[in-house]
């Protein structure tokens, strides 16, 4: 993982409860540690209070415009003010089930950073985009719409997260030499312009990850870390997966 921090990163996706918050946060409390970097993304009505029990959070998603009449959307200034450092832009399943374009992820990509929150930003292949060829295309028109929109410089106050959308939720996880290939094809394709800021990039990993693959997923050269969904909302295998990372 040269010279980057760890991150490892929960997904609760729509779990949770009070109660999952008060065994989730005793559990990472006692993983936690200088050497990793370790972040929840609960459902909002969750984000203070876990923030309340020391823990690092971000939101699932976020809204691109300014406060105004935007019935049912969260303005970034106010999951910031409830205590969140991060949120997630353009995940699978924001990007399938309610029609996020690249551009729209874009523009809550820009909107997180304008009120100081680190967005990470989910690129990744359909199994159909992945069997026609198509995987490095896709990946990089998801990650050229943040460019183009914000110049290069705004991904270095970001994280991205690969996560091959046959892997989420599917028990099928890329093996750690198909992962690889992508996430060094992410940092090439930066490095093109700016190295620096490429190898200083966080690239998690994410898609079925689990206690068992964790650690030799984790060990490729290109990947930082994990965005993890089921097995976060489960005590012992993410507190597993953060001590293998
Ligand atoms: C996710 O929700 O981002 C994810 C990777 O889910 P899972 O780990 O369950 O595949």
């Known amino acids: 993982m040269a010279m980057r921090k760890p991150m490892i990163a929960g997904n609760w ?19 936690k540690s200088a050497k990793i970097d370790v972040v929840v993304f609960p459902p909002f009505p ?34 910031k003010q409830c205590g969140a450092h991060y949120t997630l832009v353009g995940h699978s399943e924001r990007r399938s089930i309610y029609g996020e374009s690249n551009q729209r992820v874009a523009d809550k990509f820009a909107r997180a950073q304008q009120v100081g929150l680190i967005p990470v930003l989910c690129v990744g292949e359909s199994e159909q985009q992945r069997v026609t060829g198509q995987t490095e295309s896709v990946v990089a028109a998801q990650i050229d719409a943040v460019i183009d929109k914000l110049g290069l410089a705004a991904l270095k106050d970001s994280v991205i997260a690969y996560e091959p959308v046959w892997a989420i939720g599917t028990g099928k996880t890329a093996s750690p030499e198909q992962a690889q290939a992508v996430h060094k094809f992410i940092r090439d394709k930066i490095a093109a312009s700016d190295s620096d800021l490429a190898q200083g990039l966080t690239i998690l990993y994410g898609g079925s990850v689990n206690e068992e693959n964790s ?16 097995a976060s909302l489960k005590a012992d295998s993410f507190t597993a997966i953060c001590e293998s990372a």
Do not use: R, W
């Open 13 to 31: 996706k729509m779990n949770g409860s009070f109660e999952l918050v008060t065994e989730l946060s005793s559990a990472i409390n006692k993983v």
């Open 46 to 79: 969750l984000i203070s209070l876990l923030q309340q029990q020391g823990i690092t959070v971000g939101s699932q998603t976020v809204s691109e415009h300014n406060p105004g009449a935007y019935t049912g959307e969260v303005d970034a200034q106010l999951i």
């Open 215 to 230: 650690e030799f997923l984790f060990a490729q050269p290109d990947i930082d870390g994990g965005l993890i969904g089921g």
